[in-house]
């Protein structure tokens, strides 16, 4: 296909943010490229404006639904600007001939860090330091050491051996449990594997780095945080449909745990009326995990390249559908 013939919708808002030369790159290849002006997703009906002669969809967290691929008269690939692609009707997409593309380990190292970013932030109430300071107070706050906890990743993947790597120089004891382990690293990077009970009860943090699918959207619920230790954090830089909300605002109201630090929810923006903002022992962040430079310059080449690829009738790198 001539690329100058295509028109391309990229609809993530960071995409070329940080390195310009991505879109100057996108526009000179492709005919025709619309961007997302609004500053947020997209939802399906605003989805159904914007497909109809659209080739190629570099997408964010848009609502990309049956109803809105139905009008994508000529779309050939959706390559998402990210890892995540629980927001793609994979089914809807096969059906009508789409492939779908996604951007694994391209932000791995930045959710990692913002995950240890929390942990201390929590541990060491930075963020009530500063504010203390800010209205002229000089507290003692009683903060806490990583070095000696007991870290738990619940998910061992891209991310999570990102995060044991890091944890590595702090001196901690770092347990994990996934579904499939990668045993080589885990014996390599001194990280214990153990089932996910044991982790549960044994885990100071505990950090949430597993997909949303139908096996874990919810997993953290009532009966799951009763098993955490007593008095341990919660981190979640993963996604927010694993966490029962309700029932983490129980866990933290009743003082069983004693922090919780999340980047995501299960409605995004959350509700003003969350009761989990209005708590002080909670950190929250704006799912920002992979809104660091690196992250969005390597999502942004490999979700352009794989567009492109499709586009030529090439076989994309990183092919989910």
């Known amino acids: 296909?001539?690329?100058?013939?295509?028109?391309?919708?990229?609809?993530?808002?960071?995409?070329?943010?940080?390195?310009?030369?991505?879109?100057?790159?996108?526009?000179e290849q492709v005919g025709e490229v619309i961007y997302n002006t609004t500053g947020k997703p997209l939802s399906a009906e605003q989805l159904c404006e914007l497909l109809p002669g659209v080739d190629g969809y570099i997408a964010g967290l848009d609502e990309i639904n049956a109803h809105a691929l139905a009008a994508a008269s000529r779309l050939k690939v959706i390559s998402r600007y990210g890892v995540g692609v629980d927001n793609v009707d994979l089914d809807a997409a096969?059906?009508?001939?789409?492939?779908?593309?996604?951007?694994?380990?391209?932000?791995?190292?930045?959710?990692?860090?913002?995950?240890?970013?929390?942990?201390?932030?929590?541990?060491?109430?930075?963020?009530?330091?500063?504010?203390?300071?800010?209205?002229?107070?000089?507290?003692?706050?009683?903060?806490?050491?990583?070095?000696?906890?007991?870290?738990?990743?619940?998910?061992?993947?891209?991310?999570?051996?990102?995060?044991?790597r890091r944890l590595a120089g702090f001196d901690c004891r770092i347990l994990a449990y996934d579904p499939r382990p990668d045993e080589d690293f885990a014996r390599s990077h001194g990280v214990q594997l153990l089932p996910l009970e044991e982790v549960l009860a044994q885990a100071d943090i505990l950090s949430l780095h597993l997909p949303a699918t139908a096996e874990t959207r919810g997993m953290v619920n009532d009966g799951f945080l009763a098993r955490m230790k007593p008095g341990a954090y919660l981190i979640n830089t993963a996604r927010g449909e694993l966490i029962d909300e309700d029932a983490l605002l129980r866990a933290l109201q009743s003082g069983h745990l004693a922090?919780?630090?999340l980047d995501a929810f299960s409605q995004q923006p959350p509700d003003p009326a969350n009761s989990l903002l209005t708590l002080p022992q909670v950190l929250v962040t704006p799912h920002t995990g992979a809104h660091a430079d690196s992250a969005t310059n390597n999502m942004g080449w490999m979700a352009v390249r794989d567009c492109l690829a499709v586009l030529r009738g090439e076989d994309p790198k990183f092919r989910v559908v």
């Open 94 to 164: 096969k059906a009508r001939g789409i492939i779908v593309t996604n951007t694994p380990g391209a932000n791995s190292v930045s959710v990692a860090e913002l995950a240890i970013g929390l942990m201390l932030s929590l541990l060491r109430s930075i963020p009530q330091a500063v504010n203390a300071t800010r209205r002229g107070e000089w507290p003692r706050l009683s903060g806490k050491s990583l070095e000696g906890r007991t870290v738990g990743l619940l998910g061992l993947g891209s991310i999570g051996r990102q995060v044991a």
């Open 1 to 27: 296909m001539n690329l100058k013939t295509c028109r391309v919708l990229v609809t993530a808002t960071s995409y070329g943010k940080n390195d310009p030369t991505l879109r100057t790159f996108l526009e």
């Open 259 to 261: 922090g919780a630090a």
